[in-house]
T-cell receptor, first 110, second 114 residues
Framework: GQQLNQSPQSMFIQEGEDVSMNCTSSSIFNTWLWYKQDPGEGPVLLIA?????ELTSNGRLTAQFGITRKDSFLNISASIPSDVGIYFCAGPNTGNQFYFGTGTSLTVIP | EAGVAQSPRYKIIEKRQSVAFWCNPI?????LYWYQQILGQGPKLLIQ????????DSQLPKDRFSAERLKGVDSTLKIQPAKLEDSAVYLC????????????FGPGTRLTVT
């Protein structure tokens, strides 16, 4: 089945550092969504991207829709302890089937 | 605005037993989704409803899983009979429009099958 691969799988960073993570697919996606999930909670939507090449920001978060439509990137600037969690990319492929990525676990060390 | 409600939050059953989960979406949201999230993995879409009709159930194991959304509001997901590999968190989400638009998730039901 469809696989959205995220890297890195986990990150341990110092508070104040910037974070970069990415998501790649073997097929073209029409939309890229980035979610954050805290323990014991459902995912929360952070950013939505709808067009190839699109760059969108939400506070300290910036995400980009890759030009090939097979990848997306998420950056977090000046990380803080509450950024801790698991970040997922997600979206529909051209067959409109919706998939989530494998996740990137972020730990911020104060 | 109230969020997506799910119950129960936790359930422990023995294999071969049956179990049902309930979801109440955000008021006015026409689209409802059920996901299965196995520990350490991303959520996997099981079924998507638009009002009370099924839009996508291609990843639903239909030999043991069933879901319904009567009257286009609340939904129930049932597993009968359960297997050990069904142990997971079952997430419900809803959105205003069909498609990959903003999905709002409930807290999930953690199922343990022993």
């Amino acid at each position: 089945g469809q696989q959205l691969n995220q890297s890195p799988q986990s990150m341990f960073i110092q508070e104040g550092e910037d974070v970069s993570m990415n998501c790649t697919s073997s097929s073209i996606f029409n939309t890229w969504l980035w979610y954050k999930q805290d323990p014991g909670e459902g995912p929360v939507l952070l950013i939505a991207l709808y067009k190839a090449g699109e760059l969108t920001s939400n506070g300290r978060l910036t995400a980009q829709f890759g030009i090939t439509r097979k990848d997306s990137f998420l950056n977090i600037s000046a990380s803080i302890p509450s950024d801790v969690g698991i970040y997922f990319c997600a979206g529909p492929n051209t067959g409109n089937q919706f998939y989530f990525g494998t996740g990137t676990s972020l730990t911020v060390i104060p | 605005e109230a969020g997506v409600a799910q119950s129960p939050r936790y359930k422990i059953i023995e294999k071969r037993q049956s179990v049902a989960f309930w979801c109440n979406p955000i008021s006015g949201h026409a689209t409802l989704y059920w996901y299965q999230q196995i520990l350490g993995q991303g959520p996997k879409l099981l079924i998507q409803f638009q009002n009370n009709g099924v839009v996508d159930d291609s990843q639903l194991p239909k030999d043991r899983f069933s879901a319904e959304r009567l009257k286009g509001v609340d939904s129930t997901l049932k597993i009968q009979p359960a297997k050990l590999e069904d142990s997971a968190v079952y997430l419900c989400a809803s959105s205003l429009a069909q498609g990959p638009y903003e999905q709002y998730f409930g807290p999930g039901t953690r199922l343990t099958v022993t």
